[in-house]
T-cell receptor, first 114, second 113 residues
Framework: DTGVSQNPRHKITKRGQNVTFRCDPISEHNRLYWYRQTLGQGPEFLTYFQNEAQLEKSRLLSDRFSAERPKGSFSTLEIQRTEQGDSAMYLC????????????FGPGTRLLVL | GEDVEQSLFLSVREGDSSVINCTYTDSSSTYLYWYKQEPGAGLQLLTYIFSNMDMKQDQRLTVLLNKKDKHLSLRIADTQTGDSAIYFCAESPNSNSGYALNFGKGTSLLVTP
């Protein structure tokens, strides 16, 4: 399978705990995006990497959120001191610079904060 | 921010055509997209159209773009039960560097036998 992969697929945590999600983009895709999708809504942009550089962050990305893409390949999204409002599906997408208009999405990580 | 609006629900009978409509507000959008999401799954790119086009056809899918009215539609011919899903319209505003997508809330399509 050469698509975008995300792990874990599901995460249940208690309020106040830290969680980390991983995204593996399609090989050679230099652009990587994180989105958040809450129930009944469309995905909302969180942040974007070109190679290892984080070039853009949404206002939705509070101080408790941090994303990294240390070697320009996989990326991690960490949420510190989780709150119930963080419960959502976290989606990762990737695209190739020369075909930037085509973003391919992973299956998502569903987070439930109790 | 800019809004992408879609009707929330559409029901059609198997074999009929489905038309899902979307309006957007960012006139600088370069590309407009249709994504499909099945329950518990990620988003599947169905098709996209460049803003200087007014129509694109791909097998059973036809996309119409009215740039003057900022209106986008997706027509699915011969709709099948497997087409039941949520369909998202999205725009790629030209106002940001990364071309992050701006999505509508999605239209739930129910195809009945």
């Amino acid at each position: 399978d050469t698509g975008v992969s995300q792990n874990p697929r599901h995460k249940i945590t208690k309020r106040g705990q830290n969680v980390t999600f991983r995204c593996d983009p399609i090989s050679e895709h230099n652009r990587l995006y994180w989105y958040r999708q809450t129930l009944g809504q469309g995905p909302e942009f969180l942040t974007y990497f070109q190679n290892e550089a984080q070039l853009e962050k949404s206002r939705l990305l509070s101080d408790r959120f941090s994303a990294e893409r240390p070697k320009g390949s996989f990326s991690t999204l960490e949420i510190q001191r989780t709150e119930q409002g963080d419960s959502a599906m976290y989606l990762c997408a990737s695209s190739l610079g020369s075909s930037w208009q085509t973003q391919y999405f992973g299956p998502g990580t569903r987070l439930l904060v109790l | 921010g800019e809004d992408v609006e879609q009707s929330l629900f559409l029901s059609v009978r198997e074999g009929d055509s489905s038309v899902i409509n979307c309006t957007y507000t960012d006139s600088s959008s370069t590309y407009l997209y249709w994504y499909k999401q099945e329950p518990g799954a990620g988003l599947q790119l169905l098709t996209y159209i460049f803003s200087n086009m007014d129509m694109k056809q791909d097998q059973r899918l036809t996309v119409l773009l009215n740039k003057k009215d900022k209106h986008l539609s997706l027509r699915i011919a011969d709709t099948q039960t497997g087409d039941s899903a949520i369909y998202f319209c999205a725009e790629s505003p030209n106002s940001n560097s990364g071309y992050a997508l701006n999505f509508g809330k999605g239209t739930s399509l129910l195809v009945t036998p």
